[in-house]
């Protein structure tokens, strides 16, 4: 028994949740729209504003999609009502962000400068020269950007120097000590 799959999910006020053919769900709310086809191994029903998957069998395959799908339709639901942020930080000395247009620009102590272009429903925002939010309504595609932007410059394990997440605790190794 999958202890996720089996929770109902709410659907709130303002947010429309429509299953089309195929088990594609189509969800809208306020801040956009967003589809997904699901496994034909999964039945998701609705019925007064609560929605319910089962799956057909109880096989180890159909339990890991039961889970999967409710969360897939949870997140769904949540980023069209609240939408999703990423927060990157950029540290070292010399490394700056930029926006110009669409235009996400890195200066990461490379010979070049690095530009990443925003994509249709993600929003890059900078603040000052070191900080850098992804906006979106879908919760992948704003991880995806995140890292994408992450992996320019990973941060290094000697001195930090790099692009990480806000937050993110970086463990420094010991350098080389010298000794004859």
Same mark, same amino acid.
């Not at 769904?76 to 926006?99: D, F, H, Q």
């Not at 010979?111 to 890059?124: A, L």
């Given at each position: 028994?999958?202890?996720?799959?089996?929770?109902?999910?709410?659907?709130?006020?303002?947010?429309?949740?429509?299953?089309?053919?195929?088990?594609?769900?189509?969800?809208?709310?306020?801040?956009?729209?967003?589809?997904?086809?699901?496994?034909?191994?999964?039945?998701?029903?609705?019925?007064?504003?609560?929605?319910?998957?089962?799956?057909?069998?109880?096989?180890?395959?159909?339990?890991?999609l039961h889970g999967l799908s409710r969360t897939l339709i949870a997140n769904m639901i949540e980023g069209v009502t *609240?939408?999703?942020?990423?927060?990157?930080?950029?540290? =070292?000395? %010399?490394? &700056?962000? !930029?926006?110009?247009?669409? +235009? #996400?620009?890195?200066?990461?102590?490379?010979?070049?400068?690095?530009?990443?272009?925003e994509e249709p429903g993600i929003e890059i925002a900078v603040e000052g020269n070191n900080k850098i939010t992804v906006?979106?309504?879908?919760?992948?595609?704003?991880?995806?950007?995140?890292?994408?932007? *992450?992996?320019?410059?990973?941060?290094?394990?000697?001195? =930090?120097? %790099?692009? &990480?997440? !806000?937050?993110?605790?970086? +463990? #420094?190794?010991?350098?080389?000590?010298g000794k004859k």
């Amino acid at each position: 028994m999958s202890r996720i799959g089996e929770k109902p999910i709410a659907i709130p006020q303002g947010v429309q949740v429509d299953l089309m053919d195929d088990n594609e769900v189509v969800v809208k709310g306020p801040k956009g729209e967003l589809k997904q086809k699901f496994n034909k191994n999964i039945t998701i029903e609705k019925a007064d504003n609560v929605i319910t998957l089962k799956r057909q069998s109880n096989k180890k395959f159909n339990h890991a999609l039961h889970g999967l799908s409710r969360t897939l339709i949870a997140n769904m639901i949540e980023g069209v009502t *609240k939408g999703y942020e990423k927060s990157l930080e950029i540290v =070292g000395v %010399g490394y &700056r962000a !930029s926006k110009q247009g669409k +235009k #996400l620009i890195l200066n990461l102590g490379y010979s070049h400068p690095i530009e990443i272009e925003e994509e249709p429903g993600i929003e890059i925002a900078v603040e000052g020269n070191n900080k850098i939010t992804v906006k979106g309504i879908d919760k992948q595609r704003v991880g995806q950007v995140a890292a994408i932007i *992450k992996d320019t410059r990973r941060p290094d394990v000697y001195k =930090g120097k %790099g692009v &990480r997440y !806000s937050g993110e605790v970086i +463990k #420094l190794k010991e350098g080389k000590t010298g000794k004859k």
